[in-house]
């Protein structure tokens, strides 16, 4: 076998152009497809924080309801003590509350209909990313004080900036008319369309007093030590609060929109495995055959001195192994690279989109970075391998077929 591995690696630099532009075709294939690739979850881990970290948490907890209808009125009672009941829990991290209504909100001069979500803002902190989002200004108090922070685009829409008033009137669940003063302390930015163009937070305390929902909440975002733990932590969640007023579901169940777009970030990855395919498989087939038809007597001379058919098929097989391995290791080095710059600079749509790139709802910085995974690189590496093994396998079953006295007369 010794034997074979030395005669192939010879046999890969006898036409060394031709070797090399294969190879060099196929690493350019690996580096691409390992730089989309990180360039793809970037991306999904922006629209995780957001869609997932940011609206849902790992666990919803809420009227059952809710979801469906949400109505004001399907809320979840005594508050308090759900919340001590979820942090009494040995994997929860951290639970934050939520009252979410609607209203109409109002500056000095312009009005617009807006969603009032009331939080807590100490809990809050330690389930959603909101207080990093703040462009200007400052996060809600910890006390009650009729704050608001407030959408960078309402706010421009109700022409109202930091220490202004905004006034909100709507509909209370006792039947009231509910109408307080809120003072603007900060400007936000999510990346969440919806919240940014219409949507603004005050404490949780201050909501309950605008639409009469004391001590109860819409919602209980509830967050677990890791992501991969979520499946085992609601079921025991919901072993310990479910009830017929209360609903427990992991975020994939409380939004299948956001894991059904979220299931697409594996997608991508054999998308751009099936680029590296195709260009592996025609430059190997092409690079074998050719070294097949033009070594044809020499394989000839090989048969007649003994050597069996599976071990030329076993020939060119090495020969094509070392052409993936010959690519794979310049693709990983150009594509390291590429990582490596689209991690740490990124890539600038700003020229383009200078207020971000919108999906699904969600706008994305316009400065979009990479995030390298595993899977990412070690996928197109192996996906070579694989493709210039299979691909190699006609040009190996043509050269066994080969008859000694007819191989060793052709031209």
Request: aromatic fraction near 8%; proline fraction near 3%.
């Amino acid at each position: 076998m010794g034997f074979l591995w030395s005669v192939a690696w010879r046999n890969l630099w006898r036409q060394r152009r031709r070797s090399l532009i294969t190879a060099f075709a196929m690493a350019t294939g690996v580096a691409l497809c390992m730089s989309m690739v990180a360039f793809t979850d970037g991306m999904y881990t922006d629209m995780f924080e957001v869609m997932v970290e940011q609206q849902l948490g790992h666990v919803q907890v809420h009227h059952p309801d809710y979801p469906a209808k949400g109505l004001v009125f399907d809320t979840l009672k005594d508050r308090g003590a759900r919340l001590a009941q979820i942090d009494a829990l040995p994997g929860t991290v951290a639970a934050s509350p939520k009252i979410v209504g609607f209203a109409l909100l109002g500056g000095e001069s312009k009005s617009a209909g807006g969603q009032v979500v009331g939080i807590d803002p100490a809990r809050d902190k330690l389930v959603t990313p909101l207080h990093g989002r703040i462009e200007e200004g400052s996060y809600l108090s910890v006390t009650v004080g009729h704050e608001m922070i407030i959408g960078h685009k309402l706010a421009e829409d109700l022409e109202v900036g930091l220490g202004d008033a905004v006034v909100a009137v709507t509909q209370a669940t006792d039947g009231s008319m509910g109408n307080d003063l809120y003072t603007v302390v900060g400007i936000y930015r999510t990346g969440d369309v919806a919240m940014d163009n219409n949507g603004a937070y005050i404490h949780i305390d201050d909501a309950a007093s605008l639409l009469a929902l004391q001590d109860q909440a819409h919602g209980i975002s509830v967050l677990t030590d890791h992501a991969d733990h979520v499946e085992a932590f609601a079921e025991e969640l919901r072993a310990a609060v479910a009830s017929d007023t209360v609903q427990v579901q992991a975020w994939w169940e409380a939004s299948p929109a956001t894991a059904e777009m979220m299931g697409l970030r594996d997608a991508t990855v054999f998308v751009m495995l099936g680029i590296v395919f195709t260009v592996a498989a025609f430059g190997v087939i092409n690079t074998m055959m050719m070294s097949v038809f033009e070594r044809t007597r020499e394989l000839g001379v090989l048969r007649a001195l003994g050597l069996r058919p599976g071990k030329l098929v076993w020939l060119v097989v090495f020969e094509s192994f070392f052409l993936a391995a010959l690519a794979s290791g310049i693709g990983l080095i150009m594509g390291g690279l590429l990582d490596w710059y689209t991690v740490v600079h990124g890539l600038d749509f700003s020229a383009s989109m200078p207020d971000g790139f919108s999906f699904e709802g969600i706008m994305l910085d316009p400065v979009m970075h990479g995030e390298v995974r595993v899977l990412g690189v070690v996928a197109p590496v192996i996906a070579v391998f694989f493709v210039s093994i299979l691909a190699s396998l006609w040009p190996a079953w043509r050269a066994a077929r080969l008859q000694p006295v007819t191989a060793i007369r052709a031209d």
